[in-house]
């Protein structure tokens, strides 16, 4: 049997290593004008092995290259009126992902919208990873909802939104 040991360079050391990062938000992320592209933010780390929230907080860089599964999920609510649209992208080191952009819907106050879906994209060493969201009414928010009840019953908060990042395979 022949066992292969993996360079110490910290860039073959992935595998070992296997980089990831998971955060979340707990504050309700909101629009001041219509049409308007907005970084969304996070404020939690769960865990993180060199995979980090940057400065400003939307960004999530990557300390190691490879391709990353970066998967999310964000709460939308209206506050008032009629139907709304938003919009959601990624952008990489402040650059629009090419045809990635997705388009929901949200109607009244009483709906809430739970858009989750993943990128696999490439990413460099410190290369950052930003989700931007826009709508076409200020009304939308993406929002954070307290826990409540006691023990059993007790339901945890919700963050606003929820971000994963996964090493899958380094770069070819």
């Not at 990353?68 to 999920?73: G, K, R, T, V």
């Amino acid at each position: 049997m022949t066992i292969t040991y993996f360079p110490s360079s910290p860039a073959s050391n992935a595998l070992t290593r296997f980089p990831f990062g998971a955060f979340h938000d707990g504050t309700t992320q909101t629009q001041s004008s219509t049409n308007t592209a907005k970084a969304i933010t996070f404020d939690s780390t769960d865990a993180s092995n060199l995979v980090a929230i940057g400065s400003p907080t939307s960004r999530i860089i990557t300390s190691v290259a490879g391709y990353y599964n970066f998967q999310f999920s964000a709460q939308l609510d209206k506050a008032s009126g009629a139907t709304a649209s938003i919009w959601i992208w990624p952008k990489i080191n402040g650059t629009n992902v090419t045809a990635s952009a997705s388009k929901v819907s949200i109607q009244g106050t009483t709906a809430e919208s739970v858009p989750a879906w993943n990128f696999l994209l490439p990413m460099n060493a410190n290369d950052y990873f930003e989700l931007y969201w826009m709508s076409d009414d200020t009304a939308v928010q993406i929002k954070y909802e307290a826990g409540f009840g006691t023990a059993p019953n007790n339901v945890p908060a919700i963050p606003s939104v929820i971000l994963t990042a996964t090493f899958v395979s380094g770069l070819y």
